[in-house]
């Protein structure tokens, strides 16, 4: 059972050029999210989904675009990268109801030079 | 808005006790608590639901107290695995049939468990 799979893990992007995260959930899970971490700033929210064919603005969600075209699939878009956005991005999903246990996938670490 | 985690950072070694703290300026409707590892994913702990509520995993629990608005997570007699990042999150809005499907995360917590 894969659970949340992002890629790619790594990437190096030039200032201006655009790029797609994908992330994968095998789950069933109504919810998807998108989060960056930044030393020292926790994981913040970017967008997020409750649902295919639904998205929502998260905390920072300036630079970044968003599609869930199919339950399982959560793409986050940069259009013009620029430095501010070098970061780690995890996406996490989860079911619906009270509890809300997020699972996480392993991260895409992104440099913007 | 964020919770607040305090300490920034705790360093122990094996077999001591830490207690991380989350509180909110606002009220707190649930609390979860998260473990990442360096270089991994957060990873689930436990989830506290109802003023009052303490949960146990393992040498680890958590308390929550809604009347403070805080809650904590003791972890007892550390062990190496211990070490990581402890981030607390909490919802925007009281469960009320799908509402509190996004949390606010701490900027968590440094715990490094030495030898």
């Known amino acids: 059972n894969a659970g949340v799979t992002q890629t790619p893990k790594f990437r190096v992007l030039k200032t201006g050029q655009s790029m797609t995260l994908l992330c994968a959930q095998d789950?069933?899970?109504?919810?998807m999210y998108w989060y960056r971490q930044d030393p020292g700033m926790g994981l913040r929210l970017i967008h997020y989904?409750?649902?295919?064919?639904?998205?929502a603005k998260g905390e920072v969600p300036d630079g970044y675009n968003v599609s869930r075209l199919k339950k399982q699939n959560f793409l986050l878009g940069l259009e013009s990268a620029a430095p501010s956005q070098t970061s780690v991005y995890f996406c996490?999903?989860?079911?619906?109801?009270?509890?809300?246990?997020?699972?996480f996938g392993a991260g895409t670490r992104l440099s913007v030079l | 808005q964020q919770p607040v985690q305090s300490p920034q950072a705790v360093i122990l070694r094996e077999g001591e006790d830490a207690v991380i703290n989350c509180s909110s300026s606002?009220?707190?409707?649930?609390v979860h608590w998260y473990r990442q590892k360096h270089g991994e994913a957060p990873v689930f702990l436990m989830i506290?639901?109802?003023?009052?509520e303490q949960k146990g995993h393992e040498k680890i629990s958590a308390s929550f107290n809604e009347k403070k608005q805080q809650s904590s997570l003791y972890l007892t007699a550390s062990q190496l695995s211990y070490s990581g990042t402890y981030f607390c999150?909490?919802?925007?809005?009281?469960?009320?049939?799908?509402?509190?499907?996004?949390?606010?995360f701490g900027k968590g917590t440094l715990l490094t468990v030495n030898p």
């Open positions: 996490a999903s989860s079911h619906t109801g009270r509890s809300n246990i997020q699972y």
């Open positions: 789950m069933n899970h109504e919810y």
């Open positions: 989904s409750v649902g295919e064919g639904t998205t």
């Open positions: 606002k009220a707190l409707y649930s």
């Open positions: 506290l639901l109802k003023g009052g």
């Open positions: 999150g909490t919802p925007d809005a009281p469960w009320s049939g799908g509402s509190n499907y996004k949390l606010t």
